[in-house]
């Protein structure tokens, strides 16, 4: 785009050239992303979309875990319009995807298909969105403020530039944010210079990184579905490769924060708890697993990592060959810092979903399918046109399916559509 960097130099003496604004630019083309774009796409809207990595980059890092959702509520409509409209094959409705699958067969196809007509920009990240001409405690609830594009600032290749649009949709989840691995969630003794030794992602133990976890001693930390999936795969790599061990260390009590749901609609989310639940009477030879456990300390040992472990409060020091630290994410909130944000003090996302959110669930775990509908309100921001949409909507709050942020980006467009400063 779009603003013209070469006439800054000239912008003393001659007339600056007006720079484009865009209607919408999407941040991070993930799932939502990319709906956003489908939709808006068919609304006549003129929208840009931001990438940092590739298409789909999140769900490329997990894409040998299972969906736990079939397709039916992995697509989005519109995504699903655009490719019916290009006379596309779409998968079974009730099919059940690995990641890898649903971006090959899904995602890249659409984005393929609107790259005709959007900007849909791979290898782009955002590095921050402010508000022309006013500061963030500047004219709050200010209509003069709302009528303002947004400063985009994009980095490519080591390059900056800017762009500017009259809405904001930050899509960017909170895949590329893990929590820290230490207890209360602050990083644990030595952690922050070991974060590059500590995989904090879903690994692939059996296939993409089975040269690294074969024959090999791992600590992984963490009792949710993230890590309940690396559990099942490092005894799946125990039983092949029985040099491999793993020592489970997980917060609770009970083991994991993973909840049976009374006839749970999805089945595959059903099976992985059954499968954890067999898992902890069947550990692999030399394995562990270790409840109210916490990580204190890490350090290097040579080849390997020392740790610190608090298991009921007692220490015990051990070495391991790797640790996989699945505690979490949560959302990054460098890009609208400068924006008039209302974030949850709790879940950091932002409020008026947080509240929802919370209220919906009380203190406990509730099924992400009951997220539906949440209204137009809970995505509205005191920054008006400025949306967070998707996985990162729920902050730190992991209870997140496409599905609902599909809902979101429909409630969103309508509100741009309708109230926004769409004077052109
Ligand atoms: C292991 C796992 C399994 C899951 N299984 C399911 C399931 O079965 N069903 C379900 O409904 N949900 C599932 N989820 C939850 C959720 O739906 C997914 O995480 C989904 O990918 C979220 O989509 P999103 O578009 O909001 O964000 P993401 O998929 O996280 O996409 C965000 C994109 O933004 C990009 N990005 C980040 N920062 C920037 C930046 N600054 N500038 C530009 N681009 C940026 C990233 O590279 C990424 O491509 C799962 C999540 C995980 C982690």
Same mark, same amino acid.
């Given at each position: 785009?779009?603003? +013209? ?10 007339t ?11 941040v ?8 956003? %774009?489908?939709?808006?796409? $068919? ?5 840009? *979309? #931001?990438? %940092?990595?590739?298409? @789909? ?42 990641g $890898?699958?649903?971006? =090959? =067969?899904?995602?890249?196809?659409? %984005?393929?298909?609107l ?17 022309? /001409? ?8 200010s ?14 290749? @080591? +390059? ?16 590329? !944010? ?10 644990? !003794?030595?952690e ?16 993409? +990184?089975?040269d690294? #976890? ?8 963490? &009792? ?30 009970? &083991?994991?924060?993973?909840h ?39 350090? %290097?040992?040579?080849? /390997? ?9 007692d ?12 505690? *979490? ?16 003090? $709790?879940?950091? /996302? ?11 669930? @009380?203190? &406990? ?9 949440? *209204? ?5 921001n ?12 729920? *902050? ?25 400063? #769409?004077?052109?």
């Amino acid at each position: 785009m779009e603003t +013209n960097t070469k006439d800054h130099s000239h912008s003393m003496r001659s007339t600056t050239r007006q720079a484009h604004i865009h209607d919408l630019a999407i941040v991070g083309l993930g799932p939502v992303g990319l709906e956003a %774009a489908s939709a808006s796409n $068919a609304l006549g809207l003129d929208v840009i *979309g #931001f990438e %940092a990595t590739k298409v @789909g980059g999140h769900v490329d890092q997990w894409g040998q875990v299972r969906l736990f959702s079939p397709f039916e509520l992995n697509a989005g409509p519109a995504g699903e319009q655009v490719l019916i409209n290009a006379a596309k094959t779409l998968p079974e409705p009730d099919e059940i995807m690995t990641g $890898a699958t649903f971006l =090959n =067969n899904y995602l890249q196809p659409l %984005a393929d298909q609107l790259s005709g007509s959007v900007a849909l920009l791979e290898g782009v990240r955002v590095l921050a969105v402010g508000r022309q /001409g006013w500061l963030k405690h500047e004219g709050i609830d200010s209509s003069a403020r709302a009528t303002q594009p947004f400063r985009i600032l994009v980095e490519e290749n @080591g +390059n900056e530039r800017e762009v500017l649009a009259r809405s904001v949709f930050d899509c960017s989840g909170t895949y590329g !944010r893990p929590n820290w691995a230490g207890g209360s969630g602050i990083p644990a !003794r030595g952690e922050r210079q070991m974060r590059n030794k500590i995989e904090y992602h879903v690994p692939d133990p059996t296939h993409r +990184n089975r040269d690294k #976890f074969e024959s090999s001693r791992t600590l992984l930390i963490g &009792g949710g579905h993230s890590a309940a999936t690396t559990a099942l795969a490092l005894a799946e790599l125990a039983i092949e490769e029985p040099k491999t061990s793993f020592v489970w260390a997980t917060r609770g009590g009970g &083991g994991t924060q993973l909840h049976p749901l009374t006839n749970d609609p999805l089945r595959e989310r059903a099976k992985l708890v059954d499968q954890i639940r067999d898992l902890r009477t069947n550990l692999p030879s030399g394995s562990e697993w270790l409840t109210q456990a916490q990580l204190v300390a890490v350090w %290097a040992e040579g080849q /390997g990592i020392g740790v610190e472990v608090a298991v009921n409060g007692d220490i015990r020091r051990d070495r391991f060959d790797h640790i996989v630290a699945n505690v *979490g994410y949560e959302p990054d909130d460098t890009i609208y810092r400068q924006l008039q944000i209302h974030e949850c003090y $709790a879940s950091r /996302g932002p409020m008026n979903l947080a509240t929802t959110l919370l209220a919906a669930s @009380g203190d &406990g775990p509730t099924d992400c399918l009951s997220h539906d509908g949440l *209204g137009k309100d809970t995505i509205q921001n005191p920054e008006s046109g400025f949306f967070i949409l998707g996985a990162k909507s729920f *902050g730190k709050n992991s209870s997140f399916l496409m599905r609902t942020g599909y809902g979101q980006v429909s409630a969103a467009l309508s509100l741009i559509v309708s109230e926004l400063h #769409f004077t052109k």
